[in-house]
């Protein structure tokens, strides 16, 4: 026999967890909501401050210091780490370990970019009377214009007055997230300025998914004595023996101008059963204008050619001459799939 007044608790509970849940995902909205007006906002109200603030740190000659206390020193951290991958220098600075000798990590080579929502955090005050001394340049990423931080700054970037999504108001959420979006704005600036280039974030990201992503068939390529390569003119028993030596199961076939005219593969021996190879030459035997990557090309593009052609072997050419070999296990040890 069922217990009704057990029933009715099962059933309060059940709505009890409905109405929880549809709490949360109005809280969830309420704060996303909130994020996307303020970063609409601050796009909107972008102008020549901006600019400005690109323009000093992209003349800077030595690096950018991030500095910022409590959840802006975490923006900080996360900010200074982007431009630096991004191609510019910088590194992070706390700004209270400023006033006990950090102060020296900053040089005259060097700007400051300060974030603080209220402008007023007391221990930025000696890392701002430091850049006015020693004519350092000092940027700005506040949510108050008539701050102390914003008006000693060279260029302050005001963030849109807009209510933290927490409902006291008081935990950084709006406006941390407003101030991180304006430090990627200004890294990507800064990144477009430079010219900054795929190579380029190669060399900076080399491990991980980033850096295999974006590795080059020059880095994993097989170069000079390790090339099976012959002439169109060589007897096939000699086209064999290079085969098996460099063991790559082909040979690269180079005309007189040292391009790369063809290619005799297992498959084309096997094609060829028929006739009598050792009178046979590597132009009799080849296949013509085979498959090729171009020196420069991303690893992942050439493992693409082999997989849609269904090969495991690539030249590397440069102006129509071989440079190098690659196979899909080069590109498989490489972490690209």
């Known amino acids: 026999m069922t217990n009704p007044m057990k029933a009715e608790r099962m059933d309060d509970s059940a709505a009890d967890a409905e109405t929880a849940g549809a709490n949360d995902l109005a809280a969830a909205r309420r704060v996303l909501r909130l994020e996307a007006e303020s970063l609409r906002a601050m796009s909107d109200a972008l102008d020549g401050t901006f600019s400005q603030a690109v323009e000093i740190l992209f003349a800077v000659s030595g690096r950018v210091v991030v500095s910022g206390m409590g959840k802006s020193g975490h923006i900080a951290r996360k900010i200074s780490a982007t431009l630096a991958s991004t191609g510019t220098p910088s590194h992070f600075v706390h700004p209270a370990e400023a006033s006990h000798g950090d102060m020296g990590m900053i040089t005259q080579s060097d700007a400051v970019l300060a974030l603080s929502n209220s402008g007023e955090t007391p221990e930025l005050g000696d890392l701002i009377d430091y850049c006015r001394r020693f004519s350092i340049p000092l940027i700005a990423i506040t949510g108050k214009p008539a701050s102390t931080l914003a008006e000693n700054s060279n260029s302050a970037l005001i963030l849109p007055a807009i209510a933290e999504a927490c409902p006291m108001g008081l ?24 010219g900054f280039t795929t190579e380029d974030f190669q060399v900076l990201h080399p491990g991980g998914k980033l850096g295999q992503g974006l590795l080059r068939v020059d880095d994993i390529m097989h170069v000079g004595d390790e090339l099976p390569l012959t002439q169109p003119d060589a007897a096939m028993p000699d086209v064999v023996l290079t085969m098996t030596n460099k063991r790559f199961g082909c ?25 009598d190879l050792r009178a046979a030459t590597a132009g009799e035997i080849m296949t013509k204008s085979p498959k090729s990557i171009r020196l420069g090309a991303l690893a992942s593009e050439a493992l693409g050619t082999m997989n849609d052609n269904k090969i495991t072997v690539l030249f590397v050419v440069d102006n129509g001459a071989p440079v190098g070999i690659l196979h899909m296990h080069d590109c498989l040890r490489a972490g690209i799939a």
């Open 171 to 194: 935990a950084p959420t709006t406006s941390t997230t407003a101030t991180l979006a304006m430090g990627d704005a200004l890294a990507v600036a800064l990144l477009e300025r430079r």
């Open 251 to 275: 040979a690269g076939v180079v005309d007189a101008a040292g391009h790369l005219a063809g290619i005799v593969t297992d498959g084309d021996l096997r094609r060829h059963l028929a006739t």
